[in-house]
């Protein structure tokens, strides 16, 4: 049973916008924090944005501020990433990612700036989607 569906992701060249979208299933939308994570070749995963689902706030990485923009619709239980400006050290498998049930903000702020995540520390996981952005 697939519980987090990423949309597909896509190619542009830099200064251009994507959105990605992923659909939750109802017990992973319940979690504490969902949100996305990426992986360039030959790089660690790394924390891009996190929203705490109960209030809708939002946290993102220092390298992303001001180009990505989260989102959510609960009717459809989907978190939408809206990224403008992309750059070439943007490409990278996305990873849609859901974790925690205890009400705890701090959680998904620190995951949003993590670095060398590993597929433990989240409880539930995406396929991934590619994202590339050309010079």
């Known amino acids: 049973q697939v519980r987090l569906l990423e949309s597909r992701g896509g190619s542009v060249q830099a200064g251009g916008s994507l959105r990605l979208s992923c659909a939750a299933s109802?017990?992973?939308?319940?979690?504490?924090?969902v949100g996305w994570f990426r992986q360039a070749p030959g790089k660690e995963r790394e924390g891009v944005a996190v929203?705490?689902?109960?209030?809708?706030?939002?946290f993102y990485a220092d390298s992303v501020k001001g180009r990505f923009t989260l989102s959510q619709d609960n009717a459809k239980r989907t978190v939408y990433l809206e990224m403008n400006s992309l750059e070439p050290e943007d490409t990278a498998m996305y990873y849609c990612?859901?974790?925690?049930?205890?009400?705890?903000?701090?959680?998904?702020?620190?995951?949003?700036?993590?670095?060398?995540?590993?597929?433990?520390?989240?409880?539930?996981w995406g396929q991934g989607t590619l994202v590339a952005v050309s010079s």
């Open positions: 929203i705490y689902i109960r209030d809708g706030s939002q």
């Open positions: 990612a859901a974790d925690g049930v205890v009400h705890d903000p701090a959680r998904c702020k620190s995951l949003s700036n993590r670095r060398n995540i590993s597929i433990g520390t989240l409880d539930e």
């Open positions: 109802p017990s992973a939308y319940n979690k504490n924090c």
